[in-house]
């Protein structure tokens, strides 16, 4: 029953700015975890970034100083804005949501957006 919906990609040129929304539905519980991931041409998804519902977030090395991760727990949502955008950033960019950390904690996926960052 639980969906997650991600929204905001695009084409955006290198400098440029997008803001990132994922709504989860089909639950009345936040989410221990939500995040983003993204997966480029020939490479394996990576996480990108993930905020707990206390408000800990981490990011991936290679974005930090530049994405900024937040969430609005009553509804579920999480939203990533991303600044000064390289080609490198180009991916389909994926919501996800956890229960928890244990082996046993259930994992959502959304079906992605494409951002694609280029001249």
């Known amino acids: 029953q639980v969906q997650l919906v991600e929204s905001g990609g695009g084409l955006v040129q290198p400098g440029g700015s997008l803001r990132l929304s994922c709504e989860a539905s089909g639950t009345s519980y936040s989410f221990f975890r939500m995040g983003w991931y993204r997966q480029a041409p020939g490479k394996q998804r990576e996480l990108v970034a993930h905020?707990?519902?206390?408000?800990?977030?981490m990011y991936v090395d290679s974005v930090k100083g530049r994405f900024t991760i937040s969430r609005y727990n009553a509804e579920n949502t999480v939203f990533l804005e991303m600044n000064s955008l390289k080609p490198e950033d180009t991916a389909v960019y994926y919501c996800n949501a956890k229960t928890g950390l244990a082996m046993e904690a259930r994992d959502y996926w959304g079906q992605g957006t494409q951002v694609t960052v280029s001249s």
């Open positions: 905020i707990t519902t206390g408000g800990r977030t």
